[in-house]
């Protein structure tokens, strides 16, 4: 896609290099996918909390290998490299925890928003931010990479899809002043790192919390949904709860059904009905 900045000054936001350098944070004028980026720097032995954020990510993939593009300078598109302590079970739970994160921190900016299970970020129905988190073996053990791609300053005429939004749209509409690329990516940082040290540290108490507070957070729960499922027939159903390994839990229809749960890496995708 032709950048149109040039015509479009609101895409024309560069990244402030020199102070995301000073938090630590790698910036990047163009990559194909900063998840692969990372994802290499991670077997060479990069250390936890490894950032690297770009200008414009040209071949970005979500969830099923989808591919995933935005006009340079108009999206917030970075990888995060985390090399969890805790146990490979409560792994499952990092894309949540991501997408909560995310959530929480645009919710403190003014931005009423939500999750879709399991990590898109929603504002009234309309997608704002995907997320992809990849587990990478290394040399040293497994670490993780968490990939987030928000929709900052593109205008309404260039959203991709009616059902998305960006924080620009979102700033028009709700009188919100639009916060500069590398404020945005500081803030995402330090609740995500916030999140990641209690969940990390914290035991079961923790999990407990972090199951309370996802739950809370997530659109789809009280929402009649179709499950797709791979060499399946579709489930439907009422979403009706979060259990204790982050998978979906689903009351199918007909009485007499005990809820199914199904986890992230089983589903094609959830729509509601």
């Known amino acids: 896609m032709p950048d149109p900045a040039p015509q479009r000054p609101p895409l024309d936001d560069p990244l402030d290099v020199q102070r995301l350098a000073g938090a630590g944070v ?3 004028a163009q990559s194909p996918s900063t998840n692969a980026l990372v994802a290499d720097r991670a077997r060479a032995g990069a250390p936890e909390g490894l950032v690297v954020v770009t200008e414009h ?5 979500g969830r099923l290998d989808r591919t995933w ?5 108009s999206a917030l598109t970075f990888s995060l490299l985390l090399r969890p302590r805790v146990a490979a079970e409560h792994w499952p739970w990092l894309p949540l925890l991501t997408g909560h994160a995310v959530g929480a921190a645009l ?3 003014g931005y009423p928003a ?5 990590n898109d970020v929603l504002v009234e129905g309309r997608k704002l931010a995907g997320i992809l988190v990849e587990r990478v073996e290394t040399p040293t053990g497994p670490a993780a990479v968490l990939g987030i791609g928000l929709n900052v300053r593109l205008p309404a005429d260039l959203l991709p899809v009616p059902t998305a939004t960006s924080l620009l749209v979102e700033s ?3 009188g919100v002043d639009l916060p500069d690329r590398s404020t945005l990516l500081l803030a995402l940082l330090e609740r995500l790192r916030a999140s990641y040290d209690e969940w990390q540290g914290g035991g079961e108490a923790a999990a407990g919390r972090l199951r309370t507070a996802y739950a809370d957070a997530c659109v789809t729960l009280g929402l009649d949904v179709r499950v797709e499922l791979p060499g399946a027939d579709a489930l439907e159903g009422g979403a009706v709860g979060i259990d204790r390994h982050g998978r979906l839990l689903v009351q199918p229809v007909g009485a007499g059904r005990a809820p199914v749960a199904v986890s992230a890496g089983d589903v094609v995708h959830v729509r509601v009905r």
């Open 26 to 28: 790698e910036v990047v």
């Open 57 to 61: 990510q040209t071949a970005g993939r």
């Open 69 to 73: 593009s935005t006009p340079a300078r």
């Open 107 to 109: 919710g403190a900016l």
């Open 114 to 118: 939500g999750v879709k299970w399991p």
């Open 172 to 174: 028009q509409e709700r």
